[in-house]
């Protein structure tokens, strides 16, 4: 029993000591950095190519996306800049080319509230589905760093004409107003 308690008060004080001894802790490091506040932030360079079957055509299309210096800047409600974007479609249709535009937010101004014609950038350019000799495409100008936006359809006709119309698949309470 005398060694008992004896080996019971050496593992206490052992303990207690330890428990008073300084922890090495384990720091986690963020790569948050400051950024400066004349930055101008903007969405990376983007180049995507695919190729599908309509009917017995071979279509190819093209889509680029390049922050424009040209473009008028955006600054959001808290100061930051945001470079707006350029996106490119290019449709080749068996070999020779149906369409080669550029878009940018000024073609959707008239479908735009003034909010989103001020804060927005254009950020989003991708085929939906081709139905009929037509190829649609969702797009959409969105306040950057921010999950609202408003989408549109873009749609190119066989002969390569176009068209842009809200894109109304969502809710109609999820649109802004125009």
């Known amino acids: 029993m005398k060694y008992c308690s004896l080996f019971f008060l ?8 330890s428990s008073c001894t300084q922890q090495k802790t384990e720091k986690q490091e963020t790569n948050l950095t400051e950024q400066p506040a004349d ?7 983007y180049a995507y ?8 055509h071979k ?11 040209e473009l008028p800047t955006v600054v959001d409600e808290d100061g930051m800049k945001y470079k707006d974007n350029r996106y490119n479609l290019l449709i080749v249709k068996d070999g020779k080319t ?5 878009f940018t937010k000024a073609d959707f101004k008239s479908l ?3 909010n989103f014609q001020k804060y927005g950038i254009m950020d989003g350019l991708r085929f939906n589905h081709s139905e009929k000799g037509k190829l649609y495409f969702n797009t959409c100008v969105s306040y950057p760093d921010s999950d609202m936006s408003c989408p549109f359809i873009l749609t190119i006709g066989p002969d390569g004409s176009y068209n842009i119309t809200p894109d109304t698949t969502i809710d109609d309470e999820d649109l802004p107003s125009v």
């Open 10 to 17: 050496l593992f206490s004080s052992l303990f207690f000591l």
């Open 59 to 69: 279509v190819i299309y093209t889509i680029t996306r390049q922050p424009d210096d």
């Open 112 to 114: 735009l509230s003034s």
């Open 49 to 56: 190519t695919d190729t599908l079957m309509q009917d017995s």
């Open 98 to 102: 149906l369409f080669n535009r550029n």
């Open 39 to 45: 930055e101008t932030h903007n969405l990376p360079e």
